[in-house]
């Protein structure tokens, strides 16, 4: 058991079993991520996800996987007040529409580990036509996030980066 105030993300982002809606499959499987703050939590949560798993497994005699994909890494911690800042200087280098603000959220990003120790914000950037701007921009690990946007967004980046620089330090 976990207590509802330490800091655990689990996401499942795929699971795979059976093609009937009233059968039970012979085997499955799931996949996902498991970030948190404190090594003995995720280790916790990593032993109960295998314990159900198991149990799934015995009582209904199907194999099952867990995957959990690593490196294990803490949530990432963002500094709302600088994150705030940052908008601002985007939104006077870009103007407003070419800004949208997505709302404050547990992160888990591959700079975890530093934000630890320093002070973070947390900017996507994408490049959209100019009649979608304004408009909320999809989920960054959803199927519909280009991975690899249109080139143009490395200029915006650069004077995004170089505005936040110059504002912020």
Not at 91 to 99: D, H, N, Y
Not at 146 to 163: E, F, M, N, T
Request: net charge negative; glycine share 8%; aromatic share 6%.
């Amino acid at each position: 058991t976990v207590s509802a105030r330490e800091i655990v993300v689990l996401e499942i982002g795929s699971i795979h079993a059976g093609q009937q809606p009233n059968q039970i499959p012979s085997e499955g499987e799931m996949t996902g991520t498991l970030r948190f703050a404190k090594e003995e939590v995720g280790r916790a949560v990593w032993d109960e996800m295998f314990f159900i798993q198991e149990q799934l497994s015995g009582t209904h005699r199907v194999t099952g996987n867990l995957d959990m994909i690593g490196p294990w890494l803490p949530p990432c911690k963002i500094d709302r007040d600088l994150t705030r800042r940052a908008i601002g200087i985007c939104r006077r280098t870009l103007g407003e529409k070419a800004v949208y603000e997505i709302p404050f959220a547990l992160a888990c990003e591959d700079l975890s580990l530093i934000a630890q120790d320093v002070r973070t914000v947390h900017i996507v950037l994408g490049v959209a036509p100019k009649e979608d701007r304004g408009t909320p921009p999809p989920e960054l690990h959803s199927d519909q996030f280009l991975g690899y946007p249109d080139r143009s967004c490395l200029l915006v980046g650069r004077d995004i980066l170089a505005a936040c620089a110059r504002g912020l330090l």
